[in-house]
């Protein structure tokens, strides 16, 4: 969960990344949205909350994608070696951090090395 000031506007943030909202709740109108996010793929979930006191942050996020590519597009940076990896780190509206990797030359890091399973 991160705590967020605006809603729509980390929402967007997030979308760049390959988020997409899933929902949002209010306890009624006008009050504080908790919103969910989710990447394509196996299911990674953001939960967004405006709500005072909720993940109060600003929090670290790090997201493991299969290119970084269109990531480093979207937000006109430089991804830079760290490891067998390739990360791009990026500060959310609302100053949490995002730090987003992928594996690097897959050639010398095999993807079998990387792969995480659920048993």
Known sequence: MLHVSDAANAVAWYR??????EWVH???PGFPAFVSIVLDGPGTRLFLSEHRG???GPAFVWLRVPDIAPV???FGADPKPA???VEVALVDPDGNRVTVGAIGDPALH???EY?????
Do not use: I, S
């Not at 760049?16 to 909202?21: C, N």
């Not at 792969?115 to 048993?119: A, C, G, Q, W």
């Open 16 to 21: 760049r990344l390959g988020f997409t909202e």
């Open 26 to 28: 209010r306890y009624e």
């Open 54 to 56: 909720n993940a109060l």
């Open 72 to 74: 480093a597009a979207a």
């Open 83 to 85: 490891g067998a990896r």
């Open 110 to 112: 095999p993807a079998e």
């Open 115 to 119: 792969r995480y399973t659920l048993e």
